[in-house]
């Protein structure tokens, strides 16, 4: 998913700063409807950075029904977790169906798909392996 949005680089937002912070917290219920109320994008999916972390992003990323984020992968182990309606993944010649309180984590590089099947909402977390990460002291 984090390769299927490169070269949108319009429509993407400023990140707030410092995302790498010793602590974040968010309301995700707000996060959504801030993305709600945002012109909707070509596509129907629009996304929202919440940590940025040298080996660690979430995002949180909201579909209307019947969009799709066609095949990609991601350089990094990926988690998907349904917060709102329901979703499929195609990976590795299955398809997950992942409704709300769904949790589905992919090996890195594992070339996926994304639909949406209502209007949903997901956290997409990434983490890469062997990234330097320096320690706050």
Same mark, same amino acid.
């Given at each position: 998913?984090?390769?299927? #949005?490169?070269?949108?680089?319009?429509?993407? #937002?400023?990140?707030?700063?410092?995302? &790498?912070?010793?602590?974040?917290?968010?309301?995700?219920?707000?996060?959504?409807?801030?993305?709600?109320?945002?012109?909707?994008?070509?596509?129907?999916?629009?996304?929202?950075?919440?940590?940025?972390?040298?080996?660690?992003?979430?995002?949180? /990323?909201?579909?209307?029904?019947?969009?799709?984020?066609? &095949?990609?992968?991601?350089?990094?182990? /990926?988690?998907?977790?349904?917060? #709102?309606?329901? /979703?499929?993944?195609?990976?590795?010649?299955?398809?997950?169906?992942?409704?709300?309180?769904?949790?589905?984590?992919?090996?890195?590089?594992?070339?996926?798909?994304?639909?949406?099947?209502?209007?949903?909402?997901?956290?997409?977390?990434?983490?890469?392996?062997?990234?330097?990460?320096?320690?706050?002291?």
């Amino acid at each position: 998913m984090a390769n299927a #949005r490169r070269g949108n680089s319009r429509r993407r #937002r400023p990140h707030p700063q410092p995302m &790498g912070t010793p602590f974040l917290e968010f309301d995700l219920a707000g996060e959504l409807e801030q993305l709600a109320r945002e012109p909707q994008p070509i596509g129907g999916q629009n996304a929202k950075t919440l940590v940025k972390y040298d080996d660690l992003r979430i995002v949180l /990323i909201a579909l209307r029904a019947n969009a799709r984020i066609p &095949g990609h992968q991601a350089e990094g182990r /990926i988690s998907v977790h349904t917060i #709102r309606g329901h /979703i499929r993944i195609r990976a590795i010649q299955r398809t997950f169906d992942l409704p709300v309180g769904s949790l589905l984590a992919l090996d890195l590089g594992l070339p996926h798909d994304v639909e949406a099947l209502e209007d949903s909402a997901l956290l997409l977390t990434i983490a890469w392996p062997g990234r330097n990460v320096s320690k706050r002291g």
